[in-house]
């Protein structure tokens, strides 16, 4: 068992004392990332009757008390990956309390562990960086305060006169505008992708996914039956009068639909559908990670869509695991689609609905974007 | 109790349906913020035997459990402020986990809670927003890859000749370089400030104050006694061979030392003495919050600082909370100060060690910066 009685770092840090915290039990490790990439996880909770561990796609495994209070379990060898977890003490989802990787979440933070690899996208490697630019606005469509993240990938100017294409990144539900960056990585992906000439240098813009914000908070009672589709209206709404304006205002981007992509993951990847799709005067590059088709109703959700469609989009890219809930209506949009004598490219990966898949649907997607027409 | 049942979201988002969850008790509630500002906090813990409530700047308090195993304590009415709490369940603190809303910590990640108020600097109000953009790079200097933020003004536009004055903001120990946005709103204040005319628009650039990493990582055995002083030099190197010269390089700055300044909370407090004070060629405005003075040596620490020092000090600022530990070094410092003739504008202010105190030192502080000379 690893632990480590934490210094009185005050002493040490020229004379800078911190206040002295009351008594605390030793300070357990955890994670603790192993070099043959198992991982062992560490929880103190003394009166608990039963600990178990959540990863994200992997199954709940018990943890095990020591004689100390403290619950642990070393997993088998994992993927290099990030992993989000908590700790399912009798019954409640707890965040490791000793671990500062968080991964934001509205409904359900928890945190997170990296196994680190070689060659995965998501790694930070010593290539150029871009930046992360956060932006913070109020919403006349919406009627809130709110912010979007804007990457700008190496090399960008704000001086200079090129000009790059922009694609638009939405995350899932209970996420917050946070996640592409946070969790997703979309930033160290981009990086690599450019560094590696397997992507065009792009801007990314990541809103806030929620038209109707209060589908994501606690209710008392019922919900308004309208309340998914007033989410992805005003969402879309928000998204071409407030958040597109913006970027083309005040970024270095190509405004033509040529140059514009969009994609997200699942509710994402249905705002993605939603919007992209009866928008094809915007966007030639449509991408959706687990995203279920967007709409039960297809014909309604998308009035008009037919193989004209096909002269427009350069790119729709419907991906979805294999192991995720979701491939069953994923199958069946993917099905009317083709009846549409639409052209789309079906993508089934492994994996569930975790960001995992979501992480290399981005490291796939991302390359084919922009490309020259060939023909 | 208020609880309340998630829905299934997924119904309701057009189609998009999550991974069903595990069966999962009632969701709590919490923190609940009332209208008149007493705050209601809320645990799940069936089986602890005792459950504190730690909020910062509050003693601890117990929590009472009902016969769902829920632990419930309403606070007396707060001030207005962004509180950090963490629930002490038998002796471990955790942070809440149905509050989306977290204190990033490398050492002790909390929840948060914003008791809202009025015509205070950090709420987020109806005026021009200003920027947070996230750098990422590789530290020769340190040997790590790591990440600053740099604050632009309302209305800094890049294409654009305007130049600006910047404030380097140092975070306190255990701290990332978020701390100064996630938690002390830094940009909120100044976005207002600038508003209200009562402070020039100005840059600032926020680093991770860590010229030794390993300090705020856990260690098995004894620290190297120079880990301190060791810890404050390379931070410096860091940020005169490194990030001053690239925010100089890549933003609207103004370089000259009436232009530059420097501030820091604690642990970047004492970082910004040592830094500043040695180095009044770059910098004329300096600010220690909690500090407490910077190194017990003081003739040591600043060799050959005297009252020549008071021709290029625009703003010698070093601010103390009346309860905190630290007061008692910080006279002392002030004391040694006055000894040596150099001009210091002492500040005692009610509060301890906590960021409500640093937000409100940020929000005098900051006005007072950069001002013409009026002799």
Redesign the interface.
């Known amino acids: 068992m ?1 632990r ?1 009685t ?2 009185v ?2 002493a ?9 915290p ?1 008594p ?2 030793p ?1 357990v ?1 955890s994670p603790e990332v192993h070099a043959d990439r198992t991982v062992t996880f560490r929880f ?6 039963e600990v178990m561990l959540s990863r994200e796609g992997g199954q ?1 495994v018990a943890m095990q008390k020591d004689d100390q ?1 403290v619950w642990s379990v070393t997993t088998d060898t994992l993927e290099p990956d990030m992993y989000g977890y ?1 700790f399912v ?7 490791d ?4 990787l ?1 991964k ?4 359900n ?1 928890q945190s997170m562990v990296h196994v680190p690899g070689a060659g995965l996208t998501w790694e ?1 490697t ?1 290539v150029p ?10 919403s006349g469509v919406v009627g809130d ?1 709110r912010d979007f993240y804007v990457y700008t990938p190496p090399g960008y100017d ?2 200079a006169k090129q000009t790059y294409p922009v694609l638009y990144l939405l995350h899932g ?2 996420d ?1 505008a946070s996640g592409w960056t946070a969790v997703g990585r979309a ?1 160290i992906i981009l990086d690599n992708l450019i560094a590696q000439h397997k992507a065009q240098p792009m801007l990314i813009v990541m809103t806030l996914g929620y038209g109707a914000p209060e ?2 908070r ?3 009672g ?2 308004s ?1 309208d ?3 007033r ?2 209206e005003k969402y879309r709404d928000a998204l071409f009068d407030e958040v597109i304006p913006q970027v083309e205002r005040e970024y270095h981007v190509i405004k033509d639909r040529q140059s514009r992509a969009i994609a997200g993951l ?2 994402g ?2 705002e993605t559908l ?1 919007t992209g799709l009866n928008a094809l005067d915007r966007f030639a590059w449509i991408g959706a990670f687990s ?6 109703d297809y014909d309604k ?1 998308y009035p008009g869509l037919d193989s004209s469609a096909n002269s427009k989009l350069r790119l729709l890219w419907i991906a979805c695991g294999a192991d ?3 491939i069953e ?1 994923n199958r069946k949009f993917i099905a009317w689609l083709k009846s549409k004598e639409i052209q789309v490219t079906p993508i089934e990966t492994p994996g ?2 975790t960001w995992m898949v979501w992480r290399r649907n981005l490291s796939e997607f991302a390359p084919l974007l922009f490309r020259k027409k060939t023909s």
């Open positions: 690893k480590f934490p210094l770092f005050a040490m840090c020229a004379g800078v004392m911190a206040q002295v009351p605390q039990p300070r490790i103190r909770d003394p009166n608990a009757k709940r209070g908590s003490a009798d019954g409640v989802g707890l965040m309390p000793v671990n500062p968080i934001p979440n509205l409904l933070p930070v010593d960086h871009g930046r992360v630019h956060h932006h913070f606005y109020h305060d704000p001086a539900f209970s917050d930033n589908i994501v606690p209710a008392a019922p919900r039956p309340l998914g589709r989410n992805m699942s509710m990847g249905a939603f995203a279920g088709g967007g709409g039960a959700t995720d809930r979701l209506p569930a609905h």
